[in-house]
Nanobody, 115 residues
Framework: QVQLVQSGGGLVQAGGSLRLSCAAS????????MGWYRQAPGKQREFVAS???????YYADSVKGRFTISRDNALNTVYLQMNSLKPEDTALYYC?????????WGQGTQVTVSS
């Protein structure tokens, strides 16, 4: 059974940094299939960052150059380092694991950036 447990997040001023973690269990292989999404109030959930099948990170244009996705295979954990945060980054952040046809989600972590 796949479980994704998130930690991190919180309240930060614009220009600050936060790091999110997502610890996965029940996944033997395929951390490349993990990623991050976010959902702001009144908006649809949107893609933030993930890995290609070759293991290279890729990002939404809105976070490119500011956010970094990484993983620790030994800990089965994926991270999202968020720097130069902006008020428009305020959202509920979710980690995901995609194993077609299923998609698994973490419990969500609030990130609030004040101006």
């Amino acid at each position: 059974q796949v479980q994704l447990v998130q930690s991190g997040g919180g309240l930060v001023q614009a220009g600050g940094s936060l790091r999110l973690s997502c610890a996965a269990s029940g996944i033997r292989f395929g951390l490349n299939a993990m990623g991050w999404y976010r959902q702001a109030p009144g908006k649809q959930r949107e893609f933030v960052a993930s890995f290609t099948t070759a293991g290279n990170p890729y990002y939404a244009d809105s976070v490119k150059g500011r956010f970094t996705i990484s993983r620790d295979n030994a800990l089965n954990t994926v991270y999202l380092q968020m720097n130069s945060l902006k008020p428009e980054d305020t959202a509920l952040y979710y980690c995901s694991f995609i194993s077609p046809p299923s998609v698994y989600w973490g419990q969500g972590t609030q990130v609030t950036v004040s101006s």
